[in-house]
């Protein structure tokens, strides 16, 4: 049913990305999927009004695909085919570019629990679930409890 997964990670929260990654690794491996991971990097010129040159936007995204590539090594190792994204802009939007320019068939991601500026503006799971052309799946990393 599901060829390939889009799954969306946060590579400056890894703890808690974790147990997403683990969700759409499983997902994979049940559908002999190929797994597409995306960290998007938010465009940090328009966050702070500061223009940074083409050379520190090209060693942040660098220096975060090799964070990422680490990353799921250590969580998927070989476990299925993977295509590693890393890309700026904002994340709701990349995401959604990504599963229409793929052959996504399901975008894995994860949600926290809202608080009331997410009432007002809206979440990026939020946005990505209400215009992907795909299924999705949220999953909640602040509801997981280590045992």
């Known amino acids: 049913m599901f060829n390939d997964i889009l799954v969306a990670i946060d590579i400056n ?21 190929r797994l597409h991971v995306v960290s998007i990097v938010p465009d940090i010129s328009s966050l702070v009004g500061v223009n940074f040159s083409e050379k520190d936007r090209t060693r942040t995204l660098k220096k ?14 070989g476990a299925c085919p993977i295509q590693h994204i890393v890309d700026t802009g904002k994340v709701y939007e990349e995401i959604l570019l990504l599963a ?22 809206g979440t990026n ?18 509801e997981v409890v280590d045992e």
Do not use: W
């Not at 703890?15 to 491996?29: G, M, P, S, Y």
């Not at 964070?67 to 799921?72: A, I, N, S, T």
């Open 13 to 33: 929260h890894a703890d808690q990305q974790r147990i997403v990654l683990n969700t759409a690794k499983e997902l994979a491996v049940a559908h002999k999927a």
């Open 64 to 77: 975060v695909d090799r964070l990422l590539h680490e990353y799921v090594a250590d969580i998927v190792g």
């Open 100 to 121: 229409k320019k793929l052959p996504i068939n399901l975008i894995v991601m994860g949600a926290h629990k809202p608080s009331i500026s997410d009432y007002l503006l």
């Open 125 to 142: 799971a939020a946005r990505v679930t209400r215009y992907a052309n795909c299924s999705v799946f949220i999953v909640r990393p602040d």
